[in-house]
């Protein structure tokens, strides 16, 4: 069984390792923020969660607690701050409107609402 755990955990850290590169060059490599935001949000906090799983299947019992608690409070974090990075972007006019495949909060912002872009 130690064996089976140990090759698990290691498929889980270089796997969350991987995905949190991935993440990071997604930050880097992407247009806008909105585009970002996606690399930020979803592939880091996978990233994470794999990372904390593999080093809960290898510590004592007594961490899962403190784990668990780090990935509940990324899970309720991170969509949050990505709403609000996202809005904030998107009233300050400064995403490249070409990325967007449908513009759902055009109907419920008034055009006077949105900053100009830094641009104008």
């Known amino acids: 069984m130690s064996v089976f755990l140990d090759v698990a955990s290691a498929v889980l ?6 995905f949190c590169l991935l993440a990071s060059v997604g930050v880097l490599r992407f247009p806008d ?9 979803k592939a880091q906090t996978l990233g994470l969660l794999m990372i904390l799983l593999g080093a809960a299947l ?11 608690l780090v990935a509940l409070f990324q ?6 701050t990505g709403q609000i990075v996202g809005r904030t972007t998107y009233r300050t006019s400064s995403l490249a409107e070409s990325s967007l495949t449908e513009d759902a909060l055009a109907r419920r912002l008034p055009p006077e609402e949105r900053l100009p872009s830094p641009d104008d």
């Open 13 to 18: 850290l270089i796997g969350g390792a991987l």
């Open 75 to 80: 899970l309720l974090t991170i969509p949050v």
């Open 58 to 68: 290898q510590n004592a019992p007594r961490y899962a607690v403190p784990l668990a």
């Open 33 to 41: 923020a909105v585009c970002r935001l996606h690399a930020a949000a």
